[in-house]
Structure formats: structure tokens, C-alpha cells
């Protein structure tokens, strides 16, 4: 039981682990040679390789190539040098954080050449290794019959946490709007924290509530687990930006919902809240404030 | 361990289950004579009352008096009830979903008379009985003190699911706002399920996904749990109308983000669309019909 | 042809200038000398007074006095001076920016004392004076009637720009629902301009734009208008700060949507955008932040 | 002054009138024969042809062809034949509402035939005939300058309603956010005026209501003239459907919101109240129906 893990980063060292742990054998790369010799000390397992074609070489056919790049132009590299490297009947399970059309054009482009592909979304973050990683893929069904006891490995259980979705693309379609659902409720969250926090005259200890609310209560979560591990150690938060990055899920998720024609408001107002805290409001709320200037004679704050 | 509870309905009725089984002495009421008897018969610890005036003068005092009722008017009703009946030192708590002003004004109302007070928010629905339920408190320390043996056998354990919040109104806060979030992550799952199931091209078994995402996936949670249970059984909802009630923490949670200058666009959305399930938004939709046949020429729908 | 106003701030001053240009006696209090004696020398029928007792006794009756007063307390103490100073037969006009619940209360007091009552809300900023105000206000057919002749200087012309819109309260609840409207406009067109400013590649130069728009578009309007002056002068808005104030209405206006059950999401967009603004969500942002450390180990911005 | 209009619908048919009107010969196609007719019955410098080769065939060199088709296929479709068609130095002008990187791909592909592009963003709907259209278009300064006669004519005059946005792409992404400001205006219009509707104590005119504002008020605009006159005619809309269709722009907006990361919440609700009109909900209102009975063991309206 052999794969290929290419990228070993947070997500793709941890998933290395997990294999190598539940009895494949990985031959690993990535950029950072310490990187790779940190894990072939670590896992008996695990093999390094110092570049991506010597391991190709090394891996016993029909290979099965798991790809854990970031989506977009180290994403599209790999697959353009896999093209080169891998032969018919052949596997590629691509676990990046892929927009969905991208995942179905690469299922195209590898059909034509014969190659076999799978795209996997993967969630479960740094606690992946542990817990287990869930996953949902798409693919032909000859393909996910390659990838799936490599998925019962990283699954939470062998017959549990997994699951194929369908044709290539309905992976990433469905780790989409898994993570537009979560974006959703980390908004949510953030709302409701942030008015208990506000509400002086009660002067509320979130830190309490947030660790009784895993208990019995209706929004008991995992999101909520790691609310109340957060705020056990810190619940001002002072040292903090109010500056959250998005990634492209959550995005996708909102452009699905325009060309679907469903409306998504929840999804929408937690993405444009974090580009609201990154400052890309300024512009509109300067217009706004010389708008109220304009007809009210209300004043202007100046910098 | 004596313990008054009026108002035996879905909540009411599985709590004094609870309590009585938890080793409590239950004396209970409710306007169904029906109701108090099957409980009667059901639980050695249970007492049914025929009125709450006879069940008043029967319990031993200092009183504790547990109100499990429709917030608003009934649940007005009782307190001015329990004005005449009770004697100071005496306890009320309130569990009904009540709004946190109207609970501090009762408190206020109650301290004057030295009769002590505790709001209480239960989430946990019709699982408590079963679970526990997650409970959340507000009221004078002596008051919760007096509480808190009683919150212990409701809760999921005697040292988790329950806290004391603070003064009067706090608890009914924290509850409140446990809902506004409770909403927005049902919305959340609502868009997020609907995307999946509207895009034919993958026809994605949602059931599956659901039950796929309960293992290790970041939106873990117990609404998933139920969303599954759902699916598992039915995944196309077709005899069901499109028409969502609301009840009011959730509008209650908007007014408050107002009231404190919070943005909760996420709780908004999700009571907005509620409103708008129920045909709420028509006349809206019918105008901005007609602006864009003026405007454009465009075509009207006509009934 | 007598009237008295009471405040003379941005609003009131410019309105008792147009009402004493209008033909009416305009008897005027304001907490400055200065405004009340430079408002004397201007206008030939402007009498200045420097207490409101001496103003009110010099009035002719039956009294017509125009509440000019920043809704809130100070409004609040006026209406109690004007309760010991006026008689039955007089009329309190009150042209604050009043929540509807409070004028219809106003209303009901010194409907008791058999003082008329009429809620005016007053649109038009500080153009008013030039363009004239437009006008909607409730109360009594026979307090409306009394009003009538003061509204059609006030007007745009003295057969438009003015409503008799029902009873007490009607006036303000018609002007909430104005300034509602007014935040979505405004908040429209902020996005749409910040999305114009935003695209680099075009360069676009969105005070021609905002000019050419004025001509015909299907989004022409005075606020477009508006926008079209500032940008003329500033497209970059430099040294502005994005920080945006709210007033009651757009407030009033969401609060109101939750209680009659109506979606209003682009008015509570527009309300929360402006709450963002003023950093009223930077806890919520940091919890967010790390909620991303937590489940992915997303770097965390740190001051 | 010679011009061909390829399309003579509700826009093309009006503009084929007023540039005819204004001075240009206009050669005229419509798949209609009977429009193609009756316009040449109508204008005097309006020549009809019975097919686009004709049309092409007999149109002075260099020539300029006006494109004013349904976005998509039928617009595709005639860029394709005009290539076939039109010689180097001709010009195409695009008054469809095309995306601007459909816009931006045309005149890249035409600019390689020296084929000249200009897109433009027509504004004023049914009513530019009488008033003028407003015209922001893209392309090259000498394609610009050809196009700028022809835009004189049909703008609301020769020196105003008419911009030169910059490259090709920059006129219709400009009309694209003007169509989203538009979307955002009429659903605050939209959800004031459900608003005074539907607060039945006051029994409020929104005729009379409509008919005032359009005086003076901040929110006076042509959308509110359209209203004003809707309601004088009937306040109810009783016998339509809440039924909204939309259009691209209102789409492309919100797409390009999240593109750019400027947040748009305004766009996006006016969006999704017009995807929830067509019962696009659904799916998601029946889901949370479902987790409120689950949970809470709440009624679940059933059809």
C-alpha cells in the first residue's frame, strides 16, 4: 500500500503521519528539505525524496499521487508536471482547497491522458492527525475504489468521516460549502460573543458561558470547543488585530449561491465582515461621511 | 428538596421528570388536568395540584416556585398571581424564554416585596429529559445559592451545563443571545444544504454528507447531528411548506445589536428570512415588480 | 400669522428664515444669544427672546409653538416647560427627529390637557432654507388644520412637498421610514462608488461618472447630486476618516422592521456598515481570528 | 451620418428613433419584419433591411454598427458575423448589458481583425426616447471619438449624459455597478414602503406619501417619481405576483464584490430577496422547519 504525498505542510505532514501510522508506506516531498528529513526521523514509514521526479520514479505503479499545494499556480505547476511524470492507470487525489470547476477540468484533462483522479476535500485542520480527518470526494467510481483505503486511514473511522460524492468536482463542490456553512457559524458565534461581551452592566464571563454551552445546549460544536478553549486563556483578546484573512472557499461559496440563484445572506455577511476588517470598507463609509455632510451639514471626522 | 414547577408543557413536563427523578420532591400544575394526572402517575416525587393556590399553601417553605410558561401575557398573569401568594424569603424562578428587561423589571418588582428571584434560560429542547439541560442563570447570590441544587440534577452533570451569571436579567441575556447564534447557525446549514441539493449536475446524496460531516469536520455540531437524522429519512422535504415561524430571541437578539451598536448581519439575515418564508416580504417584491415595469418595460407576474 | 421656534440650530434657524420671508411672525428661543440676536438682525420679522416664559407670554393666543430640539432629554424637558406654560387651545408642533412611540405619547398628555399636537417630520438639511422643506406630519384634523398654512411656507410650494399623513405619530413614523430609505440609498451607493474606485486596471474617473449619471440614469437623484459636488472636488477622500455616525432613525427603522415581522436587510446592511465603521465589530473580528488559529493554525495578527 | 442598429427592440427600437431623429441615417435589422417596418413607416432617415448582410452590404465605409441583442448567445453569435462582415477601420459599439470581460475579450478579439470596439452602458430604460439615454462607454480614444457624434444624439444632451470611461470593459463594468446601485435602491424603496404599508394603526397614503417626498426630500429620485406615479394608480398590488426576475448586472455586481473584496452587503440582499421571491428558499425554509421540530419538537407546517 503505497502513495505519494506531495506538500507537507500543516495539512499534507500531519495526513503524511496519519498514513504512514495506519500502514502505507508515503513517499513524500516538499519544498523544504527539513521538512522531509523531519518526517522520515519521525515515521518508520515514510520515505523522502529531494525532488518530486526521483519519487515518481521510486513509487511502484500504478502509482497513487496525493497532491496538499495550495490551489492556484503551485497547484496547477504539479498537475502540469505530473502530466509529464505519471503514465495510464495511474492516480492523482488532488486535497487542496480547489475551486470545484478547476477540479472538474482537471478530471478532464487527465482523462484524456488516461490518468485517474479524485478530488478530496479534507477537513479537520491541525487536529486532522489526532481526530482523524473528514473527507469527501468525487471521481469515477474506479478511481475512488484506488483512493478508498487510503481515505479509511485518514478518516476518523474506517467506516465513518468519509464519504464519495459523486464525479470529479463534487469533492471540492461539497468541501466548499463546508466551509461556507462555517464560515456562517463562526460569524454567528462572533455576533453572539461579541454582545455578550458589549453588555457592561452584567459584565458576563464569556469564558463561563461559552464552557457551558457545550452542554446540552442546542449550539454545542466543535466551533464552540475551540470558543471555549480561547477564551478559557484570554477572554479580552487586547493584543489582537481585528483582521481576518479569507480563503477562497468561502468566496466560491458566495459566487455559487449568485450563479444558483439561492440566496445565501449568512454565507455573504460573514465573508464581506471580514473584508470589512481588513479596511476595504474605507472608501464607502468616507463617501458615506461626506454624503451626511452634504446634506445634513453633519460634521466630518478628518484624519 | 421541594420544588414548585407551573406550567408542565414540552419543557415543563420533562423537567419535573428530571427533578423528581433526581431526588426532588416535584409539586406541579398545569391548566390540562390530563397533564398533571400522567405525570402524577408517572413519578413517584411528582404532586399535582388542581390549582396553584392549593399547591402554593402544600409547599413547604421557604418556597422555591419554578415558572414554566408562554413569556408575555400568561406568564405576566402568573407573576402578579405569585405577588399575592407567596411570602418573602420565598424564591420565583423564571425559565420561560423571556426578554431580559421584562426579568430585570420582575426582579426589581420581586426584591421589593424580599421575595428572591432567578431568571433561568434552558436550551436543550425536547432532549433534556434525556440530556440534560443547558442552563443559564441570573439573580442575587443568595438567590442562585437557593438554585443551584435544583439547576444540578437538571443539567447534563452536577458540575457542567449550568452557570450563574449574574444580577437578575442576565441569565435570560445569555439565553437570548444563545438563540441569535442557535439561528444563525441553523441558517447557515439551511444555505449551505440547499446549494448542495440544488446543483443537479453532481446530484449529491445530502443525506450522506451530512453524515459524513458529523466526524471530525469542523461544523461538527448537534444541529448537524439532527440535520442528519432528518435527511437520513427524508432528503427532499416535499410535503413540507416553505414557512418558518420565529419566536422571540431571535428578533430580540437583533433589537439588542441595535440597542448596543454591535453589527449582527448574520442574525438579521437568518430572522429575515424567516419573515420572509411566511410571505412577509410580498408587497416589497410586488413593488419592485412594478418599478422595473416602469422603468424597463419589463413584464409583471399577474395573478 | 404668528408662530414660535424653539431651537434655532441648522434646522430651526434656517426654518424660522424662511417662515418670517414667508409672511409669518416668528416669535424665537435659542440657548445662544448669539443666534437669537443674529437671526434678529437678519429677518425684518424675527423677534428675539431670551427666555422661553417671556417668549410664550408674549405670544399671541391661541399659541402655535415649533419644537425645533434634539430628540432625547433636552426635547423632553422642553415638552414639560411648554405643559406649565401653554394652555388648552394652543399647539406644540414637534419637528425633532422623535421616535413615532414618543410622539404618539406626547400626543395623548397634551391631548389630556386639551393642547393640540401635530409630529412633523422635516426632510431637506441644511438646503431646506433655499429649496424649501418637504414635510409629513400627524395629529388631529383640527391641530393639522391649524398647522397647514406654516407647512405651505415651509414647503417646496405651498400645494406640494407637504403631508397631513394621519394621526399623532404618523408624521414621525413616515419620516423613520424616509431616513430608512435614505441609509439603503446611501449605503447603494457607497458600495457601487467603492467598486468604481476599486478597479484598478480602469482607472475610472468617478466624478465624470458620478456627473454623466445625473443625465437620465435610472439611479439619478438628489443624493446622486450630492455625491457628484463632492467628488468634483476630491475623488480620493484622503484625509477623511471612514468612521460614519448613525442618528435614531435608520435605527428606529430596523428595530420597527423586527416588530411588524418585514425583512428589511439593506436597511440593516446599511445600519451595521456604519456601526463597522466605528469599530463596534473589532471583538467579534478577533474572535473569528482565533477561531482560525485554533482549527487550521492560521497565523493570528497581533498588534 | 450613417449608423447601423442590429436590434430593434424596447431599447434598440428607440434608439434607431432618436439618432434618426437627431440627424444620423439609421440602417435598421430586426429578426422582426413587422418591427423593421414600422419603423421605417415612422422615421424618415430610418432605412430597413431584410437581412444583417444586406444591411452591412449597403452601410457607407467606414462603417459603425450598433449591437443592441440580449447578452449571451444572440450577442455572441452577431460578433461572430460581424467578424465575418466588417473590414478593418469599421467600428462596433455593444449597447447590450454585457459583462465587461465578455466586453473586455470582444475588443481584444476584434482589435486583432483593426476592427474598432466601443461597449457601452445604456441607461433610461422606456423613457430615453423622450428624455435621452445615459451613455457611459469604453474602447480606444479613436474609437471613441467616431462613437461620440452618435452619443451625442442619443444622450439627454450634447455636453452632459455621456462619458468616456476608458479602455474597452470600463463602459459596461461601469453600467454593471450603476445596475447595482439601481438593485440596491429599489429594495430600500422596496422594503419603506412594505414598511408604512403594513403598519396598519396609522392607515398611512403611500400614494400621498410617495407624491410628497418627491419634494425636497433627501430621497427624491426618478425611481421615486416611478413609484409615485405606480401608486396613484393603485396602492394594494393585489392582483400581482411577488415574483422578481433579475438580470445580469444585479449578479455581476456581487460577483465582482467578492473579487475585488470590497464587501457589498447591500447588492447582495437587494439580490437574494429577488431569488428568494421565485421561491429559491424553499429547500433551506423547509430544512430549518425540519431542525425546529427536531430540536424543539416545534409544529412543522405541512402542505
Given at each position: 500500500?503505497n502513495?505519494?504525498?506531495?506538500?507537507?505542510?500543516?495539512?499534507?505532514?500531519?495526513?503524511?503521519?496519519?498514513?504512514?501510522?495506519?500502514?502505507?508506506?508515503?513517499?513524500?516531498f516538499?519544498v523544504?528539505?527539513?521538512?522531509?528529513?523531519?518526517?522520515?526521523?519521525?515515521?518508520?514509514?515514510?520515505?523522502?525524496?529531494a525532488?518530486?521526479?526521483?519519487l515518481?520514479?521510486a513509487?511502484?505503479?500504478?502509482?497513487?499521487?496525493?497532491?496538499?499545494?495550495p490551489?492556484?499556480?503551485?497547484s496547477?505547476?504539479a498537475f502540469?508536471e505530473?502530466?509529464?511524470?505519471l503514465a495510464p492507470?495511474?492516480?492523482?487525489?488532488?486535497?487542496?482547497?480547489?475551486?470545484?470547476k478547476d477540479?472538474?477540468?482537471?478530471?478532464?484533462?487527465?482523462?484524456?491522458?488516461?490518468?485517474?483522479?479524485?478530488?478530496?476535500?479534507?477537513?479537520g485542520g491541525?487536529?486532522g492527525?489526532?481526530?482523524g480527518?473528514?473527507?469527501?470526494f468525487g471521481?469515477?467510481?474506479d478511481?475512488?475504489a484506488?483512493?478508498?483505503?487510503?481515505m479509511?486511514?485518514l478518516?476518523?473511522?474506517?467506516?465513518?468521516?468519509?464519504t464519495?460524492?459523486?464525479?470529479a468536482?463534487?469533492?471540492h463542490?461539497?468541501?466548499?460549502?463546508?466551509n461556507?456553512?462555517?464560515?456562517g457559524?463562526?460569524?454567528a458565534?462572533?455576533?453572539?460573543?461579541?454582545?455578550?461581551?458589549?453588555k457592561e452592566?452584567?459584565?458576563?464571563?464569556?469564558?463561563?458561558?461559552?464552557?457551558?454551552?457545550r452542554h446540552?445546549?442546542?449550539?454545542?460544536?466543535w466551533?464552540?470547543?475551540?470558543?471555549?478553549?480561547?477564551?478559557q486563556?484570554?477572554t479580552e483578546l487586547?493584543?489582537?488585530?481585528a483582521?481576518?484573512?479569507d480563503?477562497?472557499e468561502?468566496?466560491?461559496?458566495?459566487l455559487?449561491s449568485?450563479e444558483?440563484?439561492?440566496?445565501?445572506?449568512v454565507?455573504?455577511?460573514?465573508?464581506y465582515?471580514?473584508f470589512a476588517?481588513r479596511g476595504?470598507?474605507?472608501?464607502?463609509?468616507?463617501?458615506?461621511?461626506?454624503?451626511?455632510?452634504?446634506?445634513g451639514g453633519?460634521?466630518?471626522?478628518?484624519?
Amino acid at each position: 500500500m503505497n502513495i505519494a504525498m506531495i506538500g507537507l505542510g500543516k495539512m499534507g505532514g500531519n495526513m503524511a503521519r496519519r498514513l504512514s501510522r495506519g500502514g502505507a508506506t508515503v513517499f513524500g516531498f516538499d519544498v523544504s528539505a527539513d521538512t522531509r528529513s523531519q518526517l522520515a526521523q519521525e515515521e518508520a514509514n515514510f520515505k523522502a525524496f529531494a525532488s518530486v521526479p526521483e519519487l515518481i520514479a521510486a513509487l511502484p505503479t500504478p502509482r497513487v499521487v496525493w497532491l496538499m499545494l495550495p490551489s492556484g499556480a503551485i497547484s496547477e505547476a504539479a498537475f502540469d508536471e505530473m502530466k509529464t511524470l505519471l503514465a495510464p492507470g495511474d492516480l492523482i487525489i488532488d486535497g487542496a482547497n480547489a475551486m470545484y470547476k478547476d477540479s472538474q477540468r482537471h478530471g478532464a484533462e487527465l482523462a484524456a491522458m488516461n490518468i485517474k483522479f479524485v478530488d478530496a476535500g479534507v477537513s479537520g485542520g491541525v487536529w486532522g492527525l489526532q481526530n482523524g480527518y473528514c473527507l469527501m470526494f468525487g471521481g469515477e467510481k474506479d478511481a475512488a475504489a484506488i483512493a478508498e483505503p487510503f481515505m479509511k486511514i485518514l478518516a476518523p473511522g474506517a467506516d465513518r468521516g468519509w464519504t464519495h460524492t459523486g464525479p470529479a468536482g463534487s469533492g471540492h463542490y461539497t468541501k466548499m460549502l463546508h466551509n461556507g456553512i462555517e464560515y456562517g457559524m463562526m460569524q454567528a458565534f462572533a455576533e453572539g460573543f461579541a454582545m455578550l461581551k458589549a453588555k457592561e452592566e452584567f459584565d458576563l464571563d464569556v469564558a463561563a458561558i461559552s464552557e457551558t454551552w457545550r452542554h446540552s445546549s442546542v449550539v454545542r460544536s466543535w466551533l464552540l470547543d475551540l470558543i471555549a478553549d480561547t477564551l478559557q486563556q484570554d477572554t479580552e483578546l487586547a493584543d489582537l488585530n481585528a483582521f481576518v484573512p479569507d480563503s477562497g472557499e468561502g468566496r466560491w461559496s458566495v459566487l455559487e449561491s449568485v450563479e444558483l440563484g439561492i440566496p445565501a445572506p449568512v454565507m455573504s455577511s460573514a465573508l464581506y465582515a471580514r473584508f470589512a476588517s481588513r479596511g476595504n470598507d474605507d472608501y464607502a463609509m468616507k463617501l458615506l461621511s461626506m454624503m451626511r455632510n452634504a446634506f445634513g451639514g453633519h460634521a466630518v471626522s478628518k484624519k
